[in-house]
């Protein structure tokens, strides 16, 4: 790619990332007190009760979710056992279901280049697995990273993955763990994705890691409905602490002290209406019956945004 190809593609990738002003005139034609959000289950929030695939996708769809996020590594070892992807596809597709983001950790950002190449292999397995369930979206995390990986170098090897998803369908998300070194804040992961000049390249956001990773709020007004396409949605307790708090401590949405309904707001303000994907790792909700875990995340997800409406 030439440096004229690059600024202009870049340029694309900007417009779109960045809520212009355009986006912020724009007048929605959202009826007042309507909910234009999808609700997604990710599937970390009943992770500890040990389900089946084909049992968390009948759990999603009973519960009342419009989508759901699965983790590769279990969507792996269905295929590995003899699972029928076709099967999967229609379970989902029957529950009304649709397939808006899933988790993996492909090591697609290191430094070490038989690591990578190996890491950029698994991504590509993984969205062409994605592929066949009808699955628009995968995470792309800074897995297996040490230490800081210069931002430029990070935004070339982003690009890469989003040119392999061209090829199958699937656009991989630049996502955030808050505090990471190489991709811990909310600037980072933006910064990453209008560097890699392409205009798929797309944010996952975090309720709980954008606080853990010392990002405000506000900083979400930013972007636009190209960047915010999927939202993890969770909350967080005041106690423990910010520099104790871990992705255990998360809580449903409504039940902590974030934000919430600012958060939602901001959203609208700019046209974007991201799928808010409830993504939990609390032992206590484990202990829970999944369906009832569930019922009460789709319960709590709808009153958290709904003040904001």
């Not at 009948?58 to 699965?70: F, L, N, Q, R, T």
């Not at 991989?172 to 990471?180: K, L, S, T, V, Y």
Request: aromatic content about 8%; proline content about 5%.
């Amino acid at each position: 790619m030439s440096r004229r190809d690059l600024l202009k593609t870049t340029s694309v990738a900007t417009a779109g990332l960045l809520a212009g002003s355009a986006t912020a005139r724009a007048k929605s034609e959202r009826k007042k007190g309507s909910d234009p959000f999808r609700y997604c289950l990710n599937m970390s929030t009943i992770r500890g009760q040990e389900l089946s695939v084909t049992a968390e996708v009948d759990v999603a769809g009973k519960a009342g979710y419009d989508a759901i996020e699965p983790w590769l590594g279990k969507l792996n070892d269905y295929k590995k056992n003899g699972g029928s992807l076709e099967d999967l596809r229609k379970r989902i597709e029957d529950h009304g279901l649709s397939i808006e983001s899933a988790i993996g950790f492909a090591r697609w950002i290191v430094d070490d280049d038989a690591q990578r190449a190996r890491g950029l292999e698994e991504a590509k397995r993984d969205m062409d697995l994605l592929a066949q369930l009808g699955a628009k979206r995968i995470a792309a995390p800074p897995a297996g990273a040490r230490g800081v990986v210069d931002p430029m170098a990070a935004a070339e090897r982003y690009r890469k993955l989003l040119e392999i998803g061209d090829g199958i369908g699937v656009v991989p998300q630049i996502e955030m763990w808050g505090g990471h070194p190489s991709i811990g804040r909310v600037s980072t992961a933006i910064y990453i994705a209008l560097e890699a000049g392409h205009p798929s390249a797309c944010f996952l956001g975090d309720v709980y890691h954008t606080y853990k990773g010392g990002s405000d709020f506000d900083a979400l007004k930013m972007l636009g409905p190209q960047a915010l396409q999927v939202f993890h949605w969770n909350d967080y307790p005041a106690d423990p602490p910010l520099d104790k708090i871990g992705d255990g401590d998360r809580v449903y949405p409504g039940d902590g002290i974030a934000p919430i309904t600012d958060i939602v707001k901001g959203f609208l303000q700019v046209g974007a209406t991201p799928a808010l994907s409830l993504e939990l790792f609390n032992r206590n909700y484990w202990a829970m019956d999944a369906l009832e875990a569930a019922k009460v995340g789709i319960e709590k997800m709808k009153a958290s945004v709904a003040p904001a409406l």
